[in-house]
């Protein structure tokens, strides 16, 4: 059974039961992933080239990043208007279900001394948040052509109302989470 169908015919209706929902549409759903990576500080030290950290983003979600540039100057970062600073990936569908069961299964047991993800990164509306200090955990990234290690961001956004029924979702989708 894919992530996908386990997902769409055993957490949401055991959610919904455990919530009291009865309206198959407010119950909690994954809306997107977004991956950020910023590269301000790697393109300020000099570095015009940054196709393999682009590269490196593309093969772990699946799709090719989006470039965002600087609106602003600012001198004391040595920040000039329209400079590169930063690379995120929106995933929604398949590429998402596929990063999420990717992510679970085979990227976090890869970390070194691996205890779970810190739970404090829910805010209000729902959305979990977490970073990844080194992209090399992927098994996408080959360690003989690495060049640069860098780390990202991770943000599940949900249809969750309350931090609550996010946490309970989540845990039911069995992210590793430690025990605080």
């Given at each position: 059974?894919?992530?996908?169908?386990?997902?769409t015919?055993k957490?949401?209706?055991?959610?919904?039961?455990?919530?009291?929902?009865?309206?198959?549409?407010?119950i909690p759903?994954?809306?997107k992933?977004?991956?950020?990576?910023?590269?301000?500080?790697?393109?300020?030290?000099?570095?015009?080239?940054?196709?393999?950290?682009?590269?490196?983003?593309?093969?772990?979600?699946g799709?090719?990043?989006?470039?965002?540039?600087?609106?602003?100057?600012?001198?004391?970062?040595?920040?000039?208007?329209?400079?590169p600073?930063?690379?995120?990936?929106?995933?929604?569908?398949?590429?998402?279900?596929?990063?999420?069961?990717?992510?679970?299964?085979?990227?976090?047991?890869?970390?070194r001394?691996?205890?779970?993800i810190?739970s404090?990164?829910?805010?209000?509306?729902?959305?979990?948040n977490?970073?990844?200090?080194?992209h090399?955990?992927?098994?996408?990234?080959?360690d003989?052509?690495?060049k640069?290690?860098?780390?990202?961001?991770?943000?599940?956004?949900?249809?969750a109302k309350?931090?609550?029924?996010a946490?309970?979702?989540?845990?039911?989708?069995?992210?590793?989470?430690?025990?605080?």
């Amino acid at each position: 059974m894919s992530f996908k169908e386990n997902y769409t015919q055993k957490i949401l209706p055991e959610l919904a039961k455990e919530l009291g929902i009865e309206n198959p549409m407010q119950i909690p759903r994954i809306e997107k992933i977004v991956i950020n990576m910023g590269i301000g500080s790697y393109v300020a030290s000099g570095h015009k080239d940054f196709s393999s950290l682009k590269n490196d983003l593309a093969l772990i979600a699946g799709q090719l990043p989006r470039i965002n540039h600087a609106r602003l100057s600012i001198s004391n970062f040595k920040l000039r208007e329209g400079m590169p600073v930063g690379m995120m990936a929106t995933l929604r569908g398949d590429r998402m279900y596929d990063f999420l069961e990717k992510l679970i299964g085979i990227v976090l047991p890869r970390v070194r001394d691996f205890r779970g993800i810190s739970s404090r990164g829910f805010d209000q509306a729902g959305n979990f948040n977490f970073g990844i200090k080194e992209h090399t955990i992927f098994p996408e990234i080959k360690d003989e052509e690495l060049k640069d290690v860098f780390g990202f961001a991770i943000t599940i956004v949900t249809t969750a109302k309350t931090k609550k029924e996010a946490t309970r979702f989540f845990e039911l989708l069995q992210i590793p989470f430690k025990r605080d």
